[in-house]
Each structure stands twice: as C-alpha cells, then as structure tokens.
C-alpha cells in the first residue's frame, strides 16, 4: 500500500506540470498570433524603413508597400516580407529575414537592429537601380547594381564590418558632356578597421579597362588611386580629355591601340 505521505507530493507534482504546460501552450498561442503590426513597428522603429498595407502575424509579416529612406528621400522597395527570429526578442534586437520585391529591384537576407543608428546584415543580395545610390555620389550615373554581403555591421550610424562584392552592369557616368559607358564593373569591399571602407575596383568587360583601390575613410575625405585604360577611338569619341585630365595623367600607351592613364584622385 503506497504511503499518503508519498503519494500526496506524486499527484501534486503531476498537477504542476500540467498546469506549467498549460501556459505554456497559451502563451505560445497568444504570441504566435501577435498581429503583424507588432512586427512592422519593431523593424521600423529606426525611422529609415516605413511600410503600408501590413497583414499577417509578428512572426510572419508581409507589407504590401515598403519605403527606405537614403540621405533623406524615400525610395519604395516594393512588398516586404519578413520572417522574424523568436530569440531574437529577448535580445532587443529583432532579427529577421526580410525580402523585398519590385520592378529591377529586390533584397533578400538577414537584418538585425540594434537600434536607431545600428543595424547588420548576414548573406544578403540585393539588386537595384544606380538611381538609389546617386544622392551618395558626385557624379550622375546610370546602370544596376548587385551587391551580396556575408557581413555589414554598422554601429551608432559607424561602419564596424562589412565583407562582401558588389558589381555595376551596364555602368555609365555622366562626364558633363557625355555619357561615358563603363560596361560592367566589379568591386571587393572589406572595412578598413577604422570606421571607413575599402574597395578594389575592376572592370568585368567593357571599353574601359580599370584597376583602382577606393579607400573612404571615417568621417570624411576619400582616395581613388591605380590605372585606366581605353581605346583611343573611345576616347576621342567622348571628348573625354578634359574630364579625365581632372583626376588622372597620361602614360606610355600599351601597343594595342589603348591609351593608358594613371590615377590619383583625392576628395
């Protein structure tokens, strides 16, 4: 016969897991079902992203229309989905892998933000217009961009991380009086260690042939140094003289019909 001293504390502690597995099962049932603008608030309480027409639940979210803010002006990006990290909340620092798609335009990969001014990125790709970055630049220029990035972080609006590649299709400038195509152009980006960022420029076929190294250093100022060529008919054609004698000095031409020209730019 089993003691009531012993039995007493079997039952109760059968009761107490039931209960616990209970709430558990509520709690996860009320979260799980946590509406999505629970979610849109949380990954744009930063102030850059903004999104309309939101369903779906926190964790799984869509918006039919997103913007993002760059130097100021909005940009839409199109519909946002995001599928959000549960862990992450306990941090502060939602994550979540966001997708965004329009026309010549999309985003796809792990964004985490850690507040106003800190965000990172994990395996993202992304494809846009030249348009989106022409308020960074101080030239106007045409073309798309593709940038994959293993890893960005940026920390009170400074850049910590960033390892990735980023190409330019159809790449064109505007010298001021041409438009002057780069064809496709290639780029390595690393950070420098010290807040600024590094790119090794090249070009992957096209009239101009490039081999530069970009160094943009925190907070200001810039260098662009290495070498340039170009067929000679290309060159008159553009009446390209002027503009390049601005940043770059001629050299021997390399025997092939291609004028060679040495750059050392700083800004």
Not at 39 to 60: C, E, K, P, Q
């Amino acid at each position: 016969m089993i003691s009531p001293s012993v039995a007493l504390p079997k039952l109760n502690a059968n009761k107490n897991f039931w209960i616990s597995l209970g709430v558990i099962v509520w709690v996860y049932f009320v979260v799980s079902n946590f509406p999505a603008v629970w979610g849109a608030y949380l990954l744009t309480r930063g102030g850059d992203l903004a999104m309309s027409g939101v369903s779906g639940t926190i964790w799984t979210g869509r918006a039919s229309l997103a913007s993002i803010k760059i130097k100021g002006v909005d940009h839409s990006v199109g519909q946002l989905t995001w599928k959000l990290s549960p862990l992450s909340l306990f941090t502060l620092s939602p994550c979540a892998q966001i997708t965004t798609l329009m026309d010549n335009q999309d985003f796809d990969g792990y964004v985490c933000y850690k507040g106003k001014n800190s965000i990172s990125l994990k395996n993202t790709a992304a494809n846009f217009p030249a348009v989106m970055i022409q308020p960074l630049v101080p030239l106007a220029i045409d073309g798309q961009f593709s940038l994959n990035l293993n890893a960005l972080n940026i920390e009170n609006g400074k850049l910590k991380t960033v390892h990735g590649k980023t190409s330019w299709l159809n790449a064109k400038i505007y010298n001021g009086n041409n438009w002057m195509s780069l064809g496709n152009v290639g780029g390595d980006l690393v950070d420098d260690g010290n807040n600024g960022l590094s790119a090794h420029i090249m070009d992957a076929g096209g009239p101009v042939h490039l081999d530069l190294v970009t160094n943009l250093p925190y907070p200001t100022g810039g260098s662009v140094k290495g070498g340039l060529s170009l067929p000679e008919p290309y060159f008159r054609e553009l009446n390209a003289e002027a503009w390049l004698s601005m940043f770059a000095v001629r050299q021997a031409d390399d025997g092939q019909g291609n004028l060679v020209f040495a750059v050392d730019l700083n800004f």
